[in-house]
Nanobody, 124 residues
């Protein structure tokens, strides 16, 4: 059972953009830090981005820095990942995850609650 519900994703050409959204199921997200992760076939799950509970601290993997933007709207109980200038190597299943306390981390083992995953495919 997923504690977080994801939306967005799909297929896009190289250079295109997509936005992922993540909302909780049955709890308030405002107290949790959120991470986005991705997993390509045959590869380990990789941390992509982190945002603190108040949105005042963000972290990005070097592979997405300058192209992806993480944000949150606590009034709407949602977190977003805006992905621009997408590359074929960004193709993966993307997951959002929540954790407490509010310590930056891109390690999947630090997270307690997970979304169901959504496919992002970048292909010409």
């Amino acid at each position: 059972q997923s504690h977080l519900v994801q939306s967005g994703g799909g297929e896009v050409q190289p250079g295109g953009s997509l936005r992922l959204a993540c909302s909780p199921s049955g709890f308030n997200l405002r107290y949790f830090a959120i991470g986005w992760f991705r997993q390509a076939p045959g590869k380990e799950r990789e941390g992509v981005s982190f945002i603190s509970s108040r949105g005042d601290n963000t972290t990005y993997a070097d592979s997405v820095k300058g192209r992806f933007t993480i944000s949150r709207d606590n009034a709407k109980n949602a977190v977003y990942l805006q992905m621009n200038v997408l590359k074929p190597e960004d193709t993966a299943v993307y997951y959002c995850a929540a954790k407490y306390p509010d310590i930056p981390s891109l390690l999947h083992r630090d997270y307690d609650y997970w979304g169901q995953g959504t496919q992002v495919t970048v292909s010409s």
